[in-house]
């Protein structure tokens, strides 16, 4: 999605109006916006031959891209609506919390401005062709520096054609089991989980988690 937005842009469409929910999950989302600026400014530079040449290795490894890029498992469900199951592992879930520097026993100090944000941590981020739509699908997780005692999930579901699109989500994370419809622009807010659901005092992870989202119409 994020490439023929991009191929759009510089071809001078408005992406804005082109892209209604794209644009609004860029506002709020500024990861996708970043990538997004940054795409967009390395192609203008490609066009322009500007780019400095490469001299990195002839071969790189990408094996890495699986683990950030999974593929769902397709189901049936008892309605016999199609369903795309996600998976995440503990470890999986426990790096993504490092490196975000997201941990529950954290200490609230005046002077520490890293907690007078939020904290975001990107859980799954994946990519699912499903009949002749492709669909974009994100579970972000935000601690608010004024309730650090819980977890604030979000999923958003973008398609290729941008239409108004209803999903239910799922997300299974130990004994915290959720279920949200998605708005017309394909977000979606879970409640909020407590943070020892989840974590052990010393923080570390104790249950793998399940992104489960049934897809309309097929």
Known sequence: MLSIVVNDALSGVDVMKKYPAFFARMLVDEELRTAFLDTLELLEQSRAGELPDYT?????NLDFLQQLAPRPVVRKSTADKLQLVWHRTVDQLQKMFYIASLQPDEAYRSDDLMLLDESHVNLLSSQVTVGDLEYE?????????????????????LTEDDQPHHFVATVAWGEYVQTAETNKYGFAKFPPIKTALVFTPSGELTHDLELCLEVPGV
């Open 56 to 60: 990195g290795p002839e071969i790189i």
């Open 137 to 157: 699908v994100r579970l972000d997780v935000v601690r608010a520096a004024a309730d650090p005692g819980n977890l604030n999930l979000m999923v958003a579901i």
